[in-house]
């Protein structure tokens, strides 16, 4: 099916003012535009189930809607999966929890914002209320890929009352091999700036093309405020580093709260076992060539998970990290099948 023969989505964007994201500490806004699929047959007479959809690291819910040429948006793919028999009917919710640093990973820091409770309790909260929506969480699926397949995967540990499945296509897991690697470079650039974080980021904002060669030293500060932020000092400056900038060596008690927001970390938790244990659908993917080691991290996950036990499905395909939205077709509809039970 070519573009001009697609069908158009039915989206609405919903905006979401709120409480928890005013006053936060890079000055983001509060109101939200929050993008919502809503299936063919959606007249608000009939309720559905409904999937949280989350972006990766610098993307929000805006961006599943970004055309390229020669492949479908991610509404188009979820129409059309739909529309074909392939997956039940479901709402589609698509959170903006962008930041300053291009990111929230989705957990609540005095660095950035409370975004998981933003998402875990308000958010949910209003698609519920301004839609017709199953609202158990037996109905709810959360579902993301790379930092959002780490939220997916961190949110679904954490509030399995809110959520009853979910998928993480390559998540952010063992932060030895897919974050530690990247501290020589980040060192090195930093080194550019004397030291300076401050300076780092207020260059970067000033410029209207961003350095890609300098992306390195935003994802790890960005990590850095959502791992271990530094509430007494100001923005950009509110975070600790997990390694001594000119020797590039790890400082252990940084490192280790890092690691605590660690899917491997997490896994060893008995109340986030039996949180996985209880979901109607755990589904995890990978490809096997991903720059960023994640094939590893999630290996030992699925090795972890069934020696404990743990229902789960992962799947390996020959592929990178980037511009593979299109395994969406493999987890949709198993979600939605799961919650529309």
């Known amino acids: 099916m070519n573009r001009s023969e697609a069908r158009r989505p039915n989206l609405v964007f919903e905006p979401v003012k709120s409480e928890v994201l005013k006053n936060n500490p890079l000055g983001d806004p509060a109101l939200r535009y929050v993008p919502v699929y809503l299936p063919p047959s959606y007249d608000g007479t009939k309720s559905f189930p409904v999937i949280y959809l989350l972006a990766g690291f610098a993307s929000t819910g805006m961006s599943f809607l970004n055309y390229g040429f020669g492949r479908q948006t991610v509404p188009e793919m979820i129409d059309r ?48 209320r301004k839609f017709s929506t199953l609202p158990e969480a037996r ?18 540990m954490r509030h399995p009352d809110r ?31 004397d030291g300076s974080i401050e300076a780092f980021f207020q260059r970067w904002e000033s410029l209207d093309k961003k350095p890609k060669g300098e992306f390195t030293l935003l994802d790890i500060m960005a990590m850095a405020a959502c791992y271990d932020p530094d509430p007494s000092k100001p923005a950009p400056s509110n975070m600790h580093l997990p390694f001594e900038p000119h020797t590039c060596q790890l400082i252990p008690e940084r490192w280790e709260r890092w690691k605590s927001f660690d899917p491997l970390t997490m896994l060893e938790e008995p109340r986030y076992q039996d ?22 991290g999630h290996r030992s996950f699925t090795t972890r998970a069934n020696e404990l036990g743990i229902a789960h499905r992962y799947e390996e395909f020959p592929d990178t ?12 509809p198993l979600l939605a099948e799961a919650i529309s039970e």
């Open 321 to 332: 990290h980037t511009d593979t939205s299109y395994r969406y077709r493999a987890s949709l």
């Open 163 to 193: 959520f009853s499945a979910l998928a993480c296509h390559s998540g952010d897991m063992d932060f030895e091999l897919c974050y530690r690697p990247n501290f020589p470079n980040a060192a090195r650039i930093l080194e550019r700036y």
């Open 275 to 296: 949180a996985l244990g209880s979901l109607r659908l755990l589904y995890l993917d990978c490809g096997s060539l991903d720059e960023y080691n994640l094939q590893f």
């Open 139 to 156: 109905h709810r699926a959360i579902v993301g890929k790379s930092s959002g397949g780490f939220g997916a995967l961190r949110l679904g």
């Open 81 to 128: 999966l739909i529309r074909e028999g392939s997956m039940p009917e479901t709402i589609v919710v698509m959170p903006d929890c962008m930041t300053r640093y291009g990111g929230s990973q989705y957990v609540d820091s005095a660095a950035t914002g409370a975004y998981e409770t933003y998402l875990t309790g308000e958010l949910i909260d209003v698609i519920d």
